[in-house]
T-cell receptor
Framework: RKEVEQDPGPFNVPEGATVAFNCTYSNSASQSFFWYRQDCRKEPKLLMSVYSSGNEDGRFTAQLNRASQYISLLIRDSKLSDSATYLCVVNGRRSGNTPLVFGKGTRLSVIA | DTGVSQNPRHKITKRGQNVTFRCDPISEHNRLYWYRQTLGQGPEFLTYFQNEAQLEKSRLLSDRFSAERPKGSFSTLEIQRTEQGDSAMYLC????????????FGPGTRLTVL
């Protein structure tokens, strides 16, 4: 089983739609969870850190389910500018200060 | 701009040549990471430093790869005797030591080995 698994997509949604991505991770000792956004041929940019039972930032909501070892990202009222690849990222160790493990990403295209 | 910077942005080299990349982290960050990313994949960890100490190296980091962070500020990643399989985006990230380890990435160096 891969450490971090995501549906690669693509998800093609109209503007204004709500879209959700899920991600599963294999290491139950993981302590830190993130969603990064990556535009084509650009570096990953931190979108959200996911804390305890989840958090919200504007149109974006992230949820963590430790028992089932999955993380979700919900995007409401999709904008054209949300088109990107969304990377699910897990810190793979009990200690926070260690390398991140990335999923392959889920590609989102928001269509006018 | 106080973000992570990397140089060069692009490098084209012939197989067998040596290349060196530089990363300047966010100034107050004491942790620095190198990752490699190929098309369709997420970034894969290579190595990381806390201050000048190299604390961990991935099994991906073959003997041809070496990284340094001599004064605990900028870092260099050298690849000796490059191979076509080394073609990738090399990403640098930095963070503050702490419980959440939020890492911030530079723009990357895209390496093409002919």
């Amino acid at each position: 089983r891969k450490e971090v698994e995501q549906d690669p997509g693509p998800f093609n949604v109209p503007e204004g739609a709500t879209v959700a991505f899920n991600c599963t991770y294999s290491n139950s000792a993981s302590q830190s969870f993130f969603w990064y956004r990556q535009d084509c041929r650009k570096e990953p940019k931190l979108l959200m850190s996911v804390y305890s039972s989840g958090n919200e930032d504007g149109r974006f909501t992230a949820q963590l389910n430790r028992a089932s070892q999955y993380i979700s990202l919900l995007i409401r009222d999709s904008k054209l500018s949300d088109s990107a690849t969304y990377l699910c990222v897990v810190n793979g160790r009990r200690s926070g200060n260690t390398p991140l493990v990335f999923g392959k990403g889920t590609r989102l295209s928001v269509i006018a | 701009d106080t973000g992570v910077s990397q140089n060069p942005r692009h490098k084209i080299t012939k197989r067998g040549q040596n290349v060196t990349f530089r990363c300047d982290p966010i100034s107050e960050h004491n942790r620095l990471y190198w990752y490699r990313q190929t098309l369709g994949q997420g970034p894969e960890f290579l190595t990381y430093f806390q201050n000048e100490a190299q604390l961990e190296k991935s099994r991906l980091l073959s003997d041809r790869f070496s990284a340094e962070r001599p004064k605990g500020s900028f870092s260099t990643l050298e690849i000796q005797r490059t191979e076509q399989g080394d073609s990738a985006m090399y990403l640098c990230a930095s963070s503050l030591a702490g419980p959440y380890n939020e890492q911030f990435f530079g723009p990357g160096t895209r390496l093409t080995v002919l």
